[in-house]
């Protein structure tokens, strides 16, 4: 059966309490992410229903957004201003069982389940954080999908919210300790003449969230996961974690199913993102700070070289070693954030494609 959505609401869900009313400074990595969403996807089966219903979400997305209350704000230029503008709560309703379109997944539909971007709507702008409930058929089970901007927060940042949250709706203590709203933390504020910048038009920051883009699903058993490990084990990576391990793999066949695809070979780039709440200390950056608290770095093999599972891993750690290594030269001066841009420029400098 064709999954049908029709909509019920769409409300704007405000602060529980009042904001404290202050403008937070972006910082320049804020200001260089994509003006895109980050989202992602829960299930939950029909005997969730008994405790959850559409009103008490909203009640408990109240409560949170007062801790959280920067994703309840509005972006102008390089900070957000935390007026209480609030954040967009849809419900949608399909007449499709949710065990029938489990089984018959297709990818593609997970894209319906999102918060539509209306007209007007900009993630470099207003709302900062969207949400969207489905409910199923014949109270089989619904599913909520939260997005916020990519401007304010990264994905550990989401994750942190929908925690606080679930525990809100629970009415259980949250883990979440003491919030950090670390937008400047370890990245400085933009220069002086990116204030002064206009954004660019809503249609051209929509542009990515409705361009045609390839997904799929792939799913690792631990037995296979770990046969990968011992495959990818070498002398200079004795013990490869299940990242380096199925960044690899995934790398590998993208880049094969692209020579096959192609008249000519032609170089291939990997960028990956290394969260850095895991790498500073609690003491200096709260494991559950907010805000694009990542760095990243780039591996690149040429058009004719052949990529190898067991040297890609080595050169994954190679990596992941010098980002360790600025950190650590930087920790105890105001330094760490030019050090992280600075790494970041030379693996750009000496990956760049072509």
Not at 333 to 350: C, H, I, R, Y
Request: include cysteine; proline fraction near 6%; glycine fraction near 4%.
């Amino acid at each position: 059966m064709e999954l049908k959505l029709k909509v019920i609401r769409r409300e704007v869900i405000k602060p529980a309490s009042p904001s404290p009313r202050d403008h937070l400074q972006l910082s320049i990595l804020d200001l260089s992410c994509p003006a895109i969403y980050v989202s992602t996807i829960f299930f939950y089966k029909a005997e969730d229903l008994v405790t959850v219903s559409s009103e008490k979400l909203k009640s408990s997305l109240s409560e949170t957004l007062s801790r959280f209350y920067p994703l309840a704000g509005q972006i102008d230029g390089v900070s957000i201003n935390c007026y209480d503008e609030g954040a967009v709560f849809t419900e949608e309703r399909t007449d499709l069982l949710l065990p029938d379109f489990l089984k018959n997944l297709n990818t593609d539909s997970l894209e319906d389940l999102r918060p539509k971007i209306s007209p007007g709507d900009s993630p470099i702008k207003w709302p900062l954080l969207s949400v969207k409930v489905t409910f199923f058929g014949s109270r089989s089970g619904f599913a909520i999908s939260v997005c916020a901007s990519h401007r304010i927060c990264d994905a550990s940042s989401l994750l942190t919210f929908v925690t606080d949250w679930s525990a809100t709706t629970a009415k259980k203590k949250t883990n979440v300790s003491t919030l950090q709203f670390a937008e400047t933390k370890i990245y400085p504020p933009p220069p002086p003449h990116m204030a002064s910048q206009s954004p660019p038009p809503t249609d051209h920051t929509n542009a990515n969230l409705t361009k045609k883009c390839v997904m799929n699903r792939f799913v690792f058993e631990s037995s296979k996961i770990a046969e990968l490990k011992r495959n990818a084990a070498s002398e200079s990576v004795l013990v490869p974690t299940r990242v380096e391990a199925i960044t690899s793999l995934i790398w590998k066949c993208a880049r094969n199913a692209s020579r096959s695809n192609l008249m000519a070979p032609r170089p291939t780039l990997m960028y990956q993102a290394v969260d850095l709440r895991l790498r500073i200390p609690s003491n200096v950056l709260s494991r559950d700070a907010i805000g694009n608290l990542q760095t990243a770095f780039f591996l690149k093999k040429d058009a004719e070289s052949e990529l190898e599972i067991r040297e890609t891993v080595a050169a994954f750690r190679k990596a992941k070693e010098v980002v360790n290594k600025v950190i650590q030269e930087n920790l105890q001066g105001d330094t760490l954030g030019q050090g992280l841009m600075n790494v970041m420029g030379k693996f750009v400098s000496e990956y760049k494609p072509g």
